[in-house]
T-cell receptor, first 116, second 113 residues
Framework: NAGVTQTPKFRVLKTGQSMTLLCAQDMNHEYMYWYRQDPGMGLRLIHYSVGEGTTAKGEVPDGYNVSRLKKQNFLLGLESAAPSQTSVYFC???????????????FGNGTRLTVT | EDQVTQSPEALRLQEGESSSLNCSYTVSGLRGLFWYRQDPGKGPEFLFTLYSAGEEKEKERLKATLTKKESFLHITAPKPEDSATYLCAVQARQAGGSYIPTFGRGTSLIVHP
């Protein structure tokens, strides 16, 4: 099993450019998440999805959009990149336990994005 | 607002010098506290889940404990390979009914040989 796979691993954008980060999981997990990690700030939730076709905002959603057209994929889009979006982006997935709580998260290895 | 605070931010130990990392939380309706380990350039890896006060989990040199307000990650006789960032996350019910984890900022541990 590959687990959670993120592409690309690295990317450099100029201010105003757009891009899409792809996350794929092969564990049939219902929940998927996008986090950003900045020095001293920990992991902050951008958007998440509780199932195919559904998305919800997290703590820091501004400037990002997401889509979950297929259960195994969760896409994160930046329509007009800004230097403040320079960060390491992590995708994660989990499954529901008895409909009440979530399993531990399975993380990808991140995408390092630099916006100049 | 749910909050998760980890301390210390950074910790340097000599090999064999035992210590503890702290994760304090203020959430309503806790539905699990998770500990993760993160190595440089990698995503976090799951270590433990604790669900109720008094619960303890162990794995090699690591032992996690939980009270009603905080969790501790005890490291006994650490080795250099235990060097990593340790993250704590709490899971509580959100307004929409989902259970979404909130992370602390982590503790960076360096173990010197």
């Amino acid at each position: 099993n590959a687990g959670v796979t993120q592409t690309p691993k690295f990317r450099v954008l100029k201010t105003g450019q757009s891009m899409t980060l792809l996350c794929a999981q092969d564990m049939n997990h219902e929940y998927m998440y996008w986090y950003r990690q900045d020095p001293g700030m920990g992991l902050r939730l951008i958007h998440y999805s509780v199932g195919e076709g559904t998305t919800a905002k997290g703590e820091v959603p501004d400037g990002y959009n997401v889509s979950r057209l297929k259960k195994q994929n969760f896409l994160l889009g930046l329509e007009s990149a800004a230097p403040s979006q320079t960060s390491v982006y992590f995708c994660a997935s989990s499954y529901s336990i008895r409909g009440q709580i979530n399993s531990p998260l399975h993380f990808g290895n991140g995408t390092r994005l630099t916006v100049t | 607002e749910d909050q998760v605070t980890q301390s210390p931010e950074a910790l340097r130990l000599q090999e064999g010098e035992s210590s503890s990392l702290n994760c304090s939380y203020t959430v309503s309706g806790l539905r699990g506290l998770f500990w993760y380990r993160q190595d440089p350039g990698k995503g976090p890896e799951f270590l433990f889940t604790l669900y109720s006060a008094g619960e303890e989990k162990e794995k090699e040199r690591l032992k996690a404990t939980l009270t009603k307000k905080e969790s501790f990650l005890h490291i006994t006789a650490p080795k250099p390979e235990d060097s990593a960032t340790y993250l704590c996350a709490v899971q509580a019910r959100q307004a929409g009914g989902s259970y979404i984890p909130t992370f602390g900022r982590g503790t960076s541990l360096i173990v010197h040989p």
